[in-house]
Nanobody, 118 residues
Framework: VQLVESGGGLVRPGGSLRLSCAAS????????MSWYRQAPGKERELVAH????????EYGDSVKDRFTISRDNVKNTVTLQMNSLKPEDTAVYYC????????????WGQGTQVTVSA
């Protein structure tokens, strides 16, 4: 199983970034996909998650109306479009895959750094 994030970097306040997570080694279309982030000295927090079909998504309060999560069940990717970035969005962003059933399967990527600074 692999989750490989990409697209992080340095961006100015008000700018945009697009993060991608490429998944392999499991049946992607049956997993709920999520983005989490962790800033220095803070707990990891949910940014957004999207259902296995892509039909529904939920967002953390701090990113609502600025971030959009989407997925492609053919390419096995999940994307996070981040607009109107703020310095407080600076964190390592992680991709997470979960399948709920008799056995919970839970996988994490290695993370990608996003820094918002002038």
């Amino acid at each position: 199983v692999q989750l490989v994030e990409s697209g992080g970097g340095l961006v100015r306040p008000g700018g945009s970034l697009r993060l991608s997570c490429a998944a392999s080694g499991f049946t992607f279309s049956t997993y709920v996909m999520s983005w989490y982030r962790q800033a220095p000295g803070k707990e990891r927090e949910l940014v957004a998650h999207i259902s296995s079909t892509g039909g529904s998504a939920e967002y953390g309060d701090s990113v609502k109306d600025r971030f959009t999560i989407s997925r492609d069940n053919v390419k096995n990717t999940v994307t996070l479009q981040m607009n109107s970035l703020k310095p407080e969005d600076t964190a390592v962003y992680y991709c997470r895959a979960r399948q709920f059933g008799l056995i919970l399967r839970d996988y994490w990527g290695q993370g990608t750094q996003v820094t918002v600074s002038a």
